[in-house]
Structures are given as C-alpha cells and as structure tokens.
C-alpha cells in the first residue's frame, strides 16, 4: 500500500482544514490508519487514529486536539480524511498518515507504511 497526503496550508487561528491520506494498492478497510504530526525541533506525536468494528469504526485522539480534529474514513474514496477546526499555531506541523494492523495504535512504532507528510501552518 502507499499513501498519499493532500490538503495542508497557511490558515490563521480558528480556522479549518481536512487533510486527506489516500491509499493506493490496498483498500483502506483492510488497514487501520492514523495521523501524526511533527514539529520542528520536537518528536512526531500521535494525533488520531481510525480502525474498522464490525460495521463501524472506532477512533481515537490525542488529548490535545480532543473536539476539535475529527478522523473519519471513505472507503468509495480509499480515503482517510482529518478535520481540524479551531486550529491554534501549536498545531503548526507537518502531518503525516500511516498504515498499521494493530487496533487502535498510538505510537508510531505499530506504523510500518508512512505517507511523505502535508505541512500546517497556523498563524496567530
């Protein structure tokens, strides 16, 4: 599978973004997808991930983006979308998807498939 990310941008505080990861040889119902971000000078961290239930999906977020950032997942689209409203300059990073078989996966180690990443930039 690869990935692709699309949909970054400059945008001041408050405003929206989706970030889309499409997939490509593979259907991303056949995968758990996440999103993490990194900064300049800091480690990349956990933003959110989505894995298959059933009929559903579960998801889950990092603490700092909790009600404002939504994960969902297209599958017509083989994509994985990441809504962020009420952006903050301390979201500003490049943000990466990535493929992974574990459920619910936080850290970037259960990650094996990486896409090159799509900056954010937020302004004050």
């Known amino acids: 599978v690869q990935l692709a990310e699309s949909g970054g941008g400059l945008v001041q505080a408050g405003d929206s973004l989706r970030l889309s990861c499409t997939a490509s040889g593979r259907d991303v119902s056949e995968f758990a997808t996440g999103w993490f971000r990194q900064a300049p000078g800091l480690e990349r961290e956990f933003v959110a991930t989505i894995t298959w239930a059933g009929s559903g999906s579960v998801t889950s977020y990092a603490d700092s983006v909790k009600g404002r950032f939504a994960i969902s997942r297209d599958s017509a689209k083989n994509t994985v979308y990441l809504q962020m409203n009420n952006l903050k300059p301390g979201d500003t990073a490049v943000y990466s998807c990535?493929?992974?078989?574990?459920?619910?996966?936080?850290?970037?180690?259960?990650?094996?498939?990486w896409g090159r990443g799509t900056q954010v930039t937020v302004s004050s």
């Open positions: 990535a493929a992974t078989y574990t459920y619910l996966a936080t850290s970037d180690m259960a990650y094996r498939v």
